[in-house]
């Protein structure tokens, strides 16, 4: 089945200590992204990757970093996290031919 | 900045009547539109993709574009409560060059409530 996968799906942590939150596609999907949603501020994108290596800024990359060593992978790291951090994050990657997304089921992080 | 605007709603639509949501973009390279169904706490649902002027049938849903008027809207025919969602536009920015990349821009959505 093609899918987005991401882990954890809830974690709830404290101030600065750092996480990971993975993601992994099987779709061979070359563009990969990282957005968080908030209560009435929609999605806003962190980072992006075109490509293996190839990473860039979204919207709102202060606090986050990533990193793309695989086609397949594309994790989220926090290195200090502080409660503005606490969100609801998705990962998504999208289709070459089509420009259509698709989304991980989502992960509730809590930074208290 | 280029933009997506959607009425933020809630609309509230009688269970069997037709949803009409609506979406209007800024950016005249875009080529690629996107309708997107969110249940609270879940992730974004693409439903429906269009490419080019006119209308695009999927079972219920039918997704129309004009690109002259930069703008996108969704039907949803027979109405049911399931359909109660919110309903992200997305619509793919075009490069300096005139082409498609994969960036795209997120309306806010809208909430559609179906009434029993």
């Known amino acids: 089945e093609a899918q987005v996968t991401q882990n954890p799906r809830y974690l709830i942590t404290v101030t600065g200590k750092k996480l990971t939150v993975t993601c992994s596609q099987n779709?061979?999907?070359?563009?990969m992204s990282w957005y968080r949603q908030d209560p009435g501020l929609g999605l806003r994108q962190i980072y992006y990757s075109m490509n293996v290596e190839v990473t860039d800024k979204g919207d709102v990359p202060e606090g986050y970093k990533v990193s793309r060593k695989e086609k397949r992978n594309f994790p989220l790291i926090l290195e200090s996290p502080s409660p503005n951090q606490t969100s609801l994050y998705f990962c998504?990657?999208?289709?070459?031919?089509?420009?259509?997304?698709?989304f991980g089921p989502g992960t509730r992080l809590t930074v208290t | 900045q280029k933009e997506v605007e959607q009425n933020s709603g809630p609309l509230s639509v009688p269970e069997g009547a037709i949803a009409s949501l609506n979406c209007t973009y800024s950016d005249r390279g875009s080529q690629s539109f996107f309708w997107y169904r969110q249940y609270s706490g879940k992730s974004p649902e693409l439903i429906m993709s269009?490419?080019s002027n006119g209308d695009k049938e999927d079972g219920r849903f039918t997704a129309q574009l004009n690109k002259a008027s930069q703008y996108v809207s969704l039907l949803i025919r027979d109405s049911q409560p399931s359909d109660s969602a919110t309903y992200l536009c997305a619509v793919n920015e075009a490069n300096p060059w005139g082409n498609s990349n994969y960036q795209l821009i997120w309306g806010a959505g809208t909430k559609l409530i179906i009434k029993p």
């Open positions: 269009i490419y």
């Open positions: 779709m061979n999907h070359e563009y």
């Open positions: 998504a990657s999208s289709s070459p031919r089509t420009y259509e997304q698709y």
